[in-house]
């Protein structure tokens, strides 16, 4: 007992186990995804800023080679309207620079790199101002001195050089965060691959340890069910039993009708005929036909007695009503009142001690006595009056023994195994007259209370009937 | 009156009604007995006026139970329905099986049986019955 629930303590600590193992993996599957994801939009963020600046920087540049191209045009036609994209350049290229430092303030590299580009496109405008403010004062020689000291173009392509310096730096960074992300999502993945195996697995040795239990408790259900089934088939064979014995019992009841009236009726026809020859023909017949005909009488009668006797066997507590409370004294003294004629024929004393009330069946008890007593006055020495006590031997828990006593003949142990079965006499019929049934009906009476019925008896001592009967 | 006019027996047991009859003639209780075998033969002699224009009407009726073609409940049936002219003036049921029976609650539960015997009728039972019903009668 104590082995098997150790044993499914184990198996459950072990599944518990495996349970948080499956969690453990879910939370690392899931803390990858996670992971990926910060990163990637950490890149996103990073690659915004990138296109932001590069198109800030082509913004820049083609500011100033817009306001270069003006600059030219109105040296060239010394038309106002060129000088337009110049005058909007000046504006202009002051927010464009704050917002491309904005976009590069995480890198102190790119920041110095911004720097020289701020610093050459101050030097570019200084230098196209400076063009335009000689154009103005008239001052051609310095002009075309300036213009062909090739100032404009070097600054022009220091700008687009740095500029371009600005470009690849924020690609590569971009490049490598790309790389780093593919890395992370590489590594991820395989960790979630992992996870999500891990907890295929677990789900998996669950459901192994999980199955047998299922299957065992189906295996309990379909047990109890076919238990119920049993019982159910049972109760019908029960059921067709009881209504078996019901119809025997309807059956052996008919039996003994017809037993009473048609073994009956030739009997009484033999006596009745041997009654008209005794008084009709009697001059007839010599003293030996008279004595053959009184033994034909008397065969007859005994013949009667038997089949009355054997018809009150088969229907003991028949067609009786249980009796909660049967007062035993009352029930030996109706016994007495209808053996009255054999106790004053033998000059019997008969002694009743205190009885009790106990639950039975009235008639059937009152017989079972009767019959008792009739054998303890029958079975009596010649000439001594017989002496009979009725008293209560014993009071156990819920059970009481009467006991029948008299100071009679007796009966060897021998005798007394035989002395319940049908039929069976010690005695011939000379001696002790009797059919052999009386204490057999006596037992019957007994075992119909669920009662014990014995003998105490040594040949010469006389003998004790004892009938345990419960009381409740 | 010194006995009975009529006794009817019906009975389909001959050695009864042999032994019966005999009896009653014995005894010399009636001036006549009749006999019949069953339940539907009794119920056509009591049904049917003598030559006289009378009907038959006995003093005693003994009323076997178990008989062929009608037996004693059925024919007890029909008699209780019958008037008083149809029916003897006393009707004794037969039983032949033993005290406790089912046969003896039945047998009470007719108010037209005034009362039942066992089979064989004795001497002794016979004069009982006389001195009972008919205490005006002498017998022997």
Known sequence: MSVATDAITQQGTRLFRTLYIGLILLMIAVLASVVTEVATIDVRRKLDNALQLERDLGLLLSTLLDAETGQRGYLLTEKDAYLEPYRLALDSVAPILRRIGSEVREDSIQQLRLQRVSGLTADKFAELSRTLQLDAAGQRDSLTQLLESDLGRSLMDQIRHTIDQLRQEELSDVKMRQQQVDRLSAITTVLRFVGVLGLAFVFYYIYTQLRPLYARNLQIITDRDR???????????????????????????????????????????????????????????????????????????????????????????????????????????????????????????????????????????????????????????????????????????GRVTLAVRDHGIGMTAADQDKIFDLFTRLHNAHTYEGQGIGLAYCQKIVQLHQGQLTVLSQPGQGSTFRVTLPTV | MRKLGRILLIDDSEADNFIHARRFGKMNIAEEVVVRANGQEGLDYLTTPLPTGHYPRPDLLFLDINMPVMDGWTFLDTYQHLADEHRARVTIAMLTSSVGDSDYARAHAYAVLDGHEAKPLQKEKIRALLGSHFPHITHP
């Open chain 1, 227 to 397: 238990e119920i089934e049993e019982r159910k088939r049972i109760e019908e064979v029960n059921t067709e039993l009881i209504a078996s014995l019901n119809g025997k019992n309807a059956e052996l009841d008919q039996f003994a009708y017809i037993a009473s009236h048609d073994l009956r009726e030739p009997l009484r026809t033999v006596s009745n005929y041997v009654e008209v020859l005794t008084e009709d023909h009697a001059d007839q017949l010599d003293a030996e036909g008279l004595e053959y005909l009184s033994v034909i009488h008397r065969s007859t009668d005994r013949m009667r007695l038997l089949i009355d006797s054997l018809l009150q066997y088969g229907r003991v507590g028949r067609g009786e009503q249980r009796n909660p409370r049967v007062d035993l004294h009352q029930v030996v003294r109706e016994a007495l009142e209808n053996l009255h004629f054999a106790i004053e024929q033998s000059a019997a004393t008969v002694t009743v001690g205190e009885l009790p009330t106990l639950p039975g069946y009235p008639i059937a008890l009152r017989q079972l006595f009767q019959n008792l007593l009739a054998n303890a006055l029958k079975f009596h020495a010649p000439g001594t009056p017989p002496v009979v006590d009725v008293f209560v031997a014993d009071t156990d828990d």
